[in-house]
């Protein structure tokens, strides 16, 4: 069964300074993908970034990264020089590889960034 | 670039009410997706449509039904509202192959009375 996990309910930072948050996987596919979202206390939700499972180059985009470590079924989001507009609830999401599938998502990550 | 609109932003209902919310969407996607968010916590699937005339249910699909209309949308039907029931549903799409990360609409807020 598919399952994804994010143990950490809220993490507090400081404006620009790093902030890595947490999800692990369970599949039995070998091939799938991996996403994540930040909704923002509008409501609004954004994707960010996805990771390939077949790609061992960890992805970049702008000033968020993954730390893919397929051995532990895990996936990381790390944001660089955080900014107050960071602020927001952030979600790991998993897709198996075969098509017409639908996203299942971990229950979220709330993150505050103080100035 | 495209959007995915829904209507309407606040549903307000009684109980055993039947509800309908609708989606459309102009990425001209082949997939759109119903998810239900309750107070803080993840998104939950309903139903899908991988293309027209196609409806897949997901792990919450019993009290909802789905219909897709045409390619660009999508309606939800609660099919007796439950009483002090209040989430939020959201709608997205994607295309059907490859990766296809999924855009989603702003939500429904839904409030049964």
């Known amino acids: 069964a598919q399952k994804v996990t994010q143990t950490q309910t809220s993490i507090s930072v400081m404006e620009k300074t790093t902030v890595t948050m947490d999800c692990v996987y369970e599949?039995?596919?070998?091939?799938?993908?991996l996403f994540w979202y930040k909704q923002t206390a509008s409501g609004e939700i954004v994707f960010l970034i996805r990771q390939d499972s077949y790609k061992k180059e960890n992805a970049t985009v702008g000033h968020y990264s993954l730390n893919f470590q397929k051995p532990k079924s895990s996936i990381g989001l790390i944001i660089t020089a955080t900014q107050i507009e960071d602020s927001a609830v952030y979600f790991c999401a998993m897709r198996e590889g075969q098509g017409g599938r639908a996203l299942i998502f971990g229950t979220g990550t709330t993150v505050s960034v103080s100035p | 670039g495209g959007i995915i609109t829904q209507t309407p932003k606040f549903l307000i209902g009684q109980e055993g009410q039947k509800l309908t919310l609708k989606c459309q969407q102009n990425f001209n996607h082949d997939t759109m997706y119903w998810y239900r968010q309750d107070s803080g916590k993840g998104l939950r699937l309903i139903y899908y449509s991988i293309t027209e005339n196609d409806l897949q249910k997901g792990d919450l699909s019993e009290g909802y039904d789905a219909s897709r209309e045409k390619k660009s949308s999508f309606s939800l039907t609660v099919t007796s509202a439950q009483k002090n029931e209040m989430a939020v549903f959201l709608c997205?799409?994607?295309?059907?192959?490859?990766?296809?990360?999924?855009?989603f609409g702003p939500g429904t807020r839904l409030t049964v009375l």
């Open positions: 997205a799409s994607s295309i059907r192959t490859g990766p296809y990360e999924q855009y």
């Open positions: 599949t039995q596919d070998s091939s799938y993908f």
